[in-house]
């Protein structure tokens, strides 16, 4: 692998990433971001978790009760014929970082309402590291960014109408 190659090509190649295999959410201010970016109107559908254990989230109520709709499915972005996430390109996402779901931004960083937890997510193929590399540095995150885009994101999720 390149020196210089970006943790997220190589996880793609590796067909092991979030967005291969995670279905993101988007806020409604997401779409609208994507649309006004793409042009297109056709990157998201109203779904169930494929993963039941992420219907519950009783340890979030915000995100349980804003996100869902009674019949238990929420926005999410579509996906490719092979899975892969609709945006998913060679190289990693196509869309530029302050276009990404808020979800997608935050990744791997773990969350609830209250705030970002210690933790990161799992997920991850930490085998792609370089020796003595954390994920953070990796990804060339921080925490600051992180703060901010959580902030936004239940602010958007607020937003969330279901009829």
Known sequence: ??????????????????????????????????????GRDDFTGYRRPDNVEYAGQDNDPVWRDRVFRADGSRRVLNRQPNGDCTFLGPHGCVLPLEIRPLVCRLYPYDYEAAGIREELSHGCPLELLRSGQGLIVALEMNIEDARRWHQQLYQEVQNEVHG
């Open 1 to 38: 692998m390149p020196a210089d190659e970006f943790l997220c090509v190589r996880c793609a190649r590796y067909n092991r990433t979030c967005c291969q295999r995670s279905e993101i959410y988007t806020t409604p201010a997401d779409e609208q971001r994507i649309r006004n970016f793409t």
